[in-house]
């Protein structure tokens, strides 16, 4: 008869920040899956206007995969121990997403000056709300960016150890894996 090994010191070890992490994602997933289902069935129902997204972002597309590989240095650098490189990695990270965030209301102006606001017609509706909570998870990412920025530069030597750069980056790149999949479906639904 087998048992379960409830031994703490097992092979099977969890970062609680790791792991809380990724419940926070399959909840803003969830989420998002609530955005894009409310889309196609609203827009089943009529009086839908399609809406050609503006260029700017494609753009934003480019930004959020730069950032993604600024934030891989960022974890490169952290592993191999190179403290200046994982900093740069990470203030350029902070700047592509601050771009990122520049693009995304220059996508909204020109949707604006297209006659689409986020009152009117359920399909502008849509588009505002689902870019505008995704920018909200891309300032909270900013913010948590920063945070790991500064602590690189306020911890000791000894410290530094205890960053929680992969849970950072796998914030990150889920944002910015979710914005690539908004684009498409945008601008494919």
Not at 39 to 66: M, N
Not at 76 to 81: E, L, S
Request: hydrophobic letters at 55%; one cysteine or more; glycine letters at 8%.
């Amino acid at each position: 008869m087998s048992t379960l090994n409830l031994n703490p010191k097992g092979n099977f070890k969890v970062d609680p920040t790791q792991f809380t992490v990724w419940i926070f994602l399959v909840s803003v997933a969830m989420l998002f899956a609530g955005f894009t289902s409310g889309y196609i069935v609203r827009k089943a129902q009529g009086d839908w206007v399609h809406i050609e997204l503006p260029s700017v972002f494609v753009t934003s597309c480019i930004v959020v995969l730069l950032s993604s590989i600024a934030m891989i240095a960022a974890q490169y650098a952290f592993k191999k121990g190179k403290l200046v490189f994982m900093q740069l990695s990470l203030l350029g990270t902070l700047a592509l997403g601050v771009a990122f965030i520049m693009t995304q209301f220059n996508g909204w102006n020109a949707l604006m000056e297209q006659g689409h606001f986020l009152v009117g017609n359920p399909s502008g509706s849509f588009l505002f709300v689902i870019s505008g909570v995704h920018a909200v998870h891309v300032g909270a990412g900013l913010i948590v960016i920063l945070v790991a920025l500064l602590r690189s530069f306020l911890l000791s030597p000894n410290e530094i150890k205890t960053q929680k750069i992969n849970s950072v980056a796998t914030y990150w790149h889920f944002v910015g894996i979710l914005w690539i999949y908004l684009y498409f479906f945008l601008t494919n639904a």
